[in-house]
């Protein structure tokens, strides 16, 4: 895949919109992992030298498009030492802006439009700039107004870190090492349908877990409890085994989950065989079976493609 790159651009004194994920996990104020800003960094830097004037615009969490606090990207600021913008579609900053500056926008889910890809949303969001870089690969495949809206109102290029997953995962998907495993987990089955058929055609086994493996469990006839799941994609999960097996794809579902009554953090929490699940069980993650064979399938893997979460992540 040939991607417009930063390299050989000249952006001193240009004002950058620079899109990327800090969607890290944060306890009582404080960044548990800051792995993702890190991986940024690169790209970041690369564009202070080149003396752009850069605004970063991220998300956290799911505030639901309200003004949550809970979800502020302030202590991300302050990990990274530059100044939070309140509010993503305030303009007044551009004006102090030096060459080789970079400034974090508060959260960009804090408005509905920007999971809804509003068109005027993403215009607002992109007035002042002059460019728009995208260096968030985990949310590249989401068609928000950060992602996606944008790009109708700016000439839009890959960051250094979007450019590099794409170039390892143009490879693996091109010439992968056998036996390729492929992990897709998450929380609905309507997103990744593409990603579940590239992946059965692709992969000698797919193991499918998360809320995802749920709605697969209740296609195949299980009692899920009061968990989160899809009904209305039976007909969808049973089409893709049906595609896994067709294309010699061997596909694992869940043997057994992590409930509780409620999904809570402090819940506590049951282990149960997927036929024991009662009917006010509430599925919190993965089972001790599931998760012994998970790591036995990545032992015997040469190759392993992994999306998406098998369980409460906070």
């Not at 992990?183 to 309507?190: E, F, L, N, P, Q």
């Not at 749920?214 to 899809?230: K, Q, R």
């Not at 006010?280 to 032992?299: L, P, Q």
């Amino acid at each position: 895949m040939k991607l417009r790159t930063i390299d050989g651009l000249d952006l001193r004194g240009k004002y950058v919109l620079l899109r990327d994920d800090f969607n890290v996990q944060i306890v009582d104020g404080k960044i548990t992992d800051a792995f993702r800003i890190d991986q940024s960094m690169p790209t970041i830097n690369r564009l202070r030298e080149m003396g752009a004037r850069v605004a970063i615009v991220s998300h956290l969490g799911r505030p639901k498009g309200a003004r949550n606090m809970e979800f502020s990207l302030a202590p991300i600021a302050e990990y990274m030492h530059v100044p939070l913008i309140p509010d993503c579609l305030d303009k007044s900053f551009m004006a102090n802006m030096h060459d080789g500056d970079v400034v974090l926008l508060e959260n960009v889910r804090f408005y509905a439009g920007e999971e809804e890809n509003d068109s005027e949303f993403a215009k607002k969001l992109a007035a002042g700039f002059d460019i728009y870089i995208n260096d968030a690969f985990a949310v590249s495949h989401r068609a928000h107004a950060s992602t996606v809206g944008v790009t109708k109102y700016l000439p839009s290029y890959a960051g250094l870190l979007l450019a590099s997953e794409i170039e390892n995962l143009t490879r693996v998907m091109e010439t992968p090492k056998h036996p390729l495993l492929s992990i897709v987990a998450g929380s609905k089955v309507s997103t990744k349908i593409g990603v579940l058929r590239a992946l059965a055609r692709l992969s000698d086994t797919l193991i499918i877990g998360g809320a995802l493996g749920t709605t697969f469990n209740f296609a195949m006839g299980a009692n899920v409890g009061n968990s989160l799941y899809e009904p209305d994609q039976k007909e969808n999960a049973l089409a893709i085994l049906k595609y896994a097996q067709q294309n010699n794809c061997r596909v694992l579902v869940p043997l057994d989950k992590g409930v509780g009554k409620e999904f809570a953090p402090n819940a506590q929490r049951f282990n149960r065989c997927i036929d024991e699940i009662e009917p006010d069980d509430v599925i919190i993650d993965s089972g001790i079976e599931t998760t012994a064979r998970t790591v036995t399938e990545i032992e015997n893997a040469a190759t392993v493609i992994w999306n998406g979460t098998v369980g409460m992540a906070q």
